[in-house]
């Protein structure tokens, strides 16, 4: 079995005391490939740094919502800079957060238009963080130009937000909320979802599955959501790493070969990231 967490916090302070054992417990567990999230300039160096020194490790790069009054044309002209490394396969995480409301709504809702615009232009897809703004966030994306190739990360719509969302083009990330007892709209979208637009996430070091709740997440907790999702859909374990891994494989452009275990080189810069 092999699996893909499409969104994870490996760089962050949560895993300075045991990255390497986190990281051997997650390939045992069949977690092959991992997509560091960069969310914040800081952030953009720690996760390229992780994925410049570790096979299976690729990164992204974008302003989370809360960082969003740091937008301005400089800090633009360094994420596009940060995205043209070899590694950074999305832009992200972006979108809006109303539950914060650490900036300005209207504020947030042009970062995200803009990051998504830039994500188009670089050919690449991007990842969307969402809270208390579902609404928003769907007009976003429906003004910057779908179809998408995206992922709303750690999905927890119902249905009927699933197919606006898939209507647009986009992925359903699938994180630990899947095994949480009250989920049980969720667990009814996503039985429904069609499987070649679901992707696993587990949003380490937040959000750990059932049976891991009171502890740190990391993602060899993964196959704990691969095996909800298995249930819920009533499909085989093997058929559900699988697909997911496919799925992931397609939109992050991963190359299978580069993420098996141990056979995956890193790729020299193909720029300076003299700024970041
Ligand atoms: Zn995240």
Request: glycine share 6%; hydrophobic share 40%; proline share 7%.
């Amino acid at each position: 079995m092999i699996l893909v967490d499409t969104h994870c916090h490996l760089d962050l302070e949560a895993f300075d005391a045991d990255r390497p054992a986190a990281l051997d417990r997650a390939r045992s567990a069949g977690v092959r490939a991992f997509v560091v999230i960069g969310f914040a300039p800081e952030r953009w160096r720690t996760a390229l740094e992780l994925a410049e020194s570790t096979p299976g490790i690729f990164a992204t790069v974008g302003l989370h919502p809360t960082e969003a009054a740091r937008y301005d044309d400089e800090l633009e002209c360094t994420l596009l800079q940060a995205a043209q490394h070899p590694r950074v396969r999305a832009i992200g995480e972006i979108g809006l957060d109303y539950y914060r409301d650490a900036a300005p709504r209207s504020l947030q809702r042009e970062v995200f238009w803009r990051q998504i615009r830039l994500a188009k232009e670089l050919d690449l897809p991007f990842v969307v963080h969402q809270r208390d703004a579902a609404e928003d966030v769907l007009a976003v994306l429906r003004e910057a130009g779908p179809p998408h190739q995206g992922v709303m990360h750690c999905f927890t719509g119902d249905l009927d937000y699933a197919r606006a969302c898939l209507e647009l083009g986009m992925h359903l990330g699938v994180g630990g909320i899947i095994t949480y007892p009250k989920a049980n709209s969720l667990r009814e979208a996503l039985r429904w979802a069609p499987l070649d637009r679901l992707v696993l996430e587990t949003d380490s070091p937040y959000l750990p599955p059932v049976p891991y709740r009171r502890q740190r997440n990391e993602p060899a907790y993964l196959p704990a959501i691969a095996a909800k999702l298995a249930e819920v859909r009533g499909v085989p374990l093997h058929e559900i790493a699988r697909i997911t891994t496919e799925n992931a494989v397609r939109l992050f452009g991963l190359s299978p070969d580069r993420i098996g275990a141990g056979s995956v080189e890193a790729r020299p810069r193909s720029l300076e990231l003299r700024g970041l």
